[in-house]
């Protein structure tokens, strides 16, 4: 079970930043996926995720209209658009591979996780 997570970096309030998460086939094929992001001090927290068709999607408030999760099958990739960053989205990202098909809000609903890539933003 591989899920691999890149993509962060430092970036000024209002950049952009796109994350990428690689995962094999037996992991994410037939699965949603999703990703979480954990500040310093805090709990780790729902971002985003899609369905394993890529038809459906569903975003924190925080970040809706502002992020857009996508997935490439063929590619068996996920990633996150992240746009008008703000220092609030500072934080560890990770991505992660549901049990089922649907996509969901839910961190118990996720099995496997990638390593997390650190996402900065200066004010």
């Known amino acids: 079970v591989q899920l691999q997570a890149s993509g962060g970096g430092l970036v000024q309030t209002g950049g952009s930043l796109r994350l990428s998460c690689s995962c094999s086939?037996?992991?994410?094929?037939?699965?949603?996926m999703g990703w979480f992001r954990q500040a310093p001090g805090k709990e780790r927290a729902f971002v985003s995720a899609?369905?394993?068709?890529?038809?459906?999607?569903r975003y924190s408030e925080s970040v809706k209209g502002r992020f857009t999760i996508s997935r490439d099958s063929a590619k068996n990739t996920v990633y996150l658009q992240m746009s008008s960053l703000k220092p609030d989205d500072t934080a560890v990202y990770y991505c992660?591979?549901?049990?089922?098909?649907?996509?969901?809000?839910?961190?118990?609903?996720?099995?496997?996780w990638g390593q997390g890539t650190l996402v900065t933003v200066s004010s």
């Open positions: 992660a591979s549901a049990r089922g098909p649907t996509a969901v809000e839910v961190i118990s609903e996720y099995m496997y």
């Open positions: 086939r037996r992991t994410c094929s037939n699965n949603a």
């Open positions: 899609i369905s394993w068709r890529g038809t459906g999607t």
